[in-house]
């Protein structure tokens, strides 16, 4: 297949991951320009790598390391790291496919589809996670978790303890919940509160 047609579809496939499932449901302008450069980028190595007679093997070789490296940064969560990785998967399918296209269009749309289903916000339920930084020491788990319910309006899942600083009265957590808490609950969690206080 020509190797342009085969850049087209996976302009195609980058710009419906990037734009019409990331930004959309996440909306990280940073993100997308990364996800576009890093797919056309992986699929301009392979096809030139292909084009040179290099061994298949060798463009797996490159998605394995570039699945190795370690995103450090906090403000990328594990579900931005996978669009990242699905960004990869696209280019090096979209190149290394080129001459089988039922195959190459078949892959784009089981790796669209099943990133659509995982991130759909039915799936995701409304949970999120967030590092909060509390300006007073809890000794109680049970009075950090209705603290912690009451600032942020939601139903406390998990709570880590990331650092306590008893010279300043602080207390940095991170914090896994679920919006929307209903009225009853959010008014118990208030009255844990005020009886801590």
């Known amino acids: 297949m020509n190797i342009w047609f085969a850049l087209a579809v996976d302009l195609v496939t980058i710009a419906v991951l990037g734009r019409f499932l990331y930004f959309r449901r996440h909306g990280r302008r940073d993100l997308l320009f990364s996800y576009v450069t ?3 980028g992986v699929f301009a190595a392979m096809a030139v790598m292909m084009t040179a007679g ?8 490159l998605f394995g390391v570039l699945a190795i490296i370690r995103l450090r940064s906090d403000s990328v969560t594990q579900t931005e790291v996978a669009y990242y990785f699905t960004a990869i998967a696209l280019g090096l399918v979209n190149s290394a ?7 190459m269009a078949g892959l784009d749309l089981v790796l669209l589809a099943v990133v659509f289903a995982a991130d759909h ?3 995701s339920s409304r949970t999120h996670r967030q590092t909060v930084t509390l300006d007073v020491v809890h000794r109680n ?9 009451g600032r942020l309006g939601g139903r406390v899942s998990s709570v880590t303890v990331l650092e306590v600083d008893y010279v300043r009265d ?4 991170d914090v896994r919940f679920r919006e929307g808490t209903r009225p009853q609950e959010r008014s118990l969690a208030d009255a ?4 801590a206080r």
């Open 54 to 61: 290099v061994e298949l093997a060798v463009g797996f070789g």
């Open 97 to 103: 496919a080129r001459e089988m296209p039922v195959v």
């Open 38 to 40: 890093l797919n056309v």
């Open 121 to 123: 916000p039915w799936v």
């Open 192 to 195: 844990a509160l005020g009886v």
């Open 141 to 149: 788990p049970d009075m950090l978790r209705a603290d912690l319910e």
């Open 170 to 173: 602080l207390m940095v957590v």
